[in-house]
């Protein structure tokens, strides 16, 4: 478990299951994070079962904990990961109620050091859309540098959409 002031990410339990199947399954996030069907609950049981070891799975979701509340406020996840090159792709995601507190940023920043030190990274780099305002304020804040633009990238509401590249050097 990794501890900031006000957040704790920790490993996915099966009682998260219930929580990553609504998650999973809102179509509004679907654009975000590349899904177009629904999971199914055995699927995310599985997936919590069997996802233990970040250099063998070349993924790893941290659940992001709200202290004061003592409630699950969202998740990290760092996936695509190459040994050879000791990168990955990261993303965050927080339930509504929750943004725009500061806890996003907090969460990022803990997790960038837990990548540094413990998983020996050398970089993350994520994929915002473009008109994801609030995603990219939080990464450039964390110190992610903007290095390109793939135009027309994702389809969305039946309309194409650029993807915005950015990078962190650990």
């Known amino acids: 478990m990794l501890q900031e002031k006000r957040v704790i990410l920790r490993a996915m339990e099966p009682g998260d299951v219930e929580l990553l199947y609504r998650w999973e399954n809102e179509p509004e996030v679907w654009d975000i994070t590349g899904t177009f069907a629904p999971v199914s609950r055995f699927a995310l049981e599985q997936y ?5 070891d970040f250099f063998s799975s070349k993924q790893l979701r941290l659940m992001i904990e709200e202290k004061k509340h003592q409630t699950t406020i969202g998740s990290i996840d760092i996936f695509d990961y190459s040994p050879l090159h000791r990168r990955a792709e990261i993303g965050i995601i927080i339930i509504r109620e929750f943004r725009r507190k500061g806890l996003g ?11 540094k030190e ?30 390109g633009r793939k135009k027309d990238w994702v389809k969305e509401s039946g309309n194409w959409k650029d993807v915005l590249f950015y990078q962190i050097l650990l």
């Open 105 to 115: 940023k907090e969460s990022l920043m803990l997790a960038l050091r837990y990548v």
């Open 118 to 147: 413990t998983l020996g990274l050398h970089q993350l780099y994520c994929h915002i859309h473009a008109d994801n305002k609030n995603s990219i304020a939080l990464f450039k804040n964390a110190g992610f540098r903007f290095v």
């Open 48 to 52: 919590v079962m069997n996802s233990n």
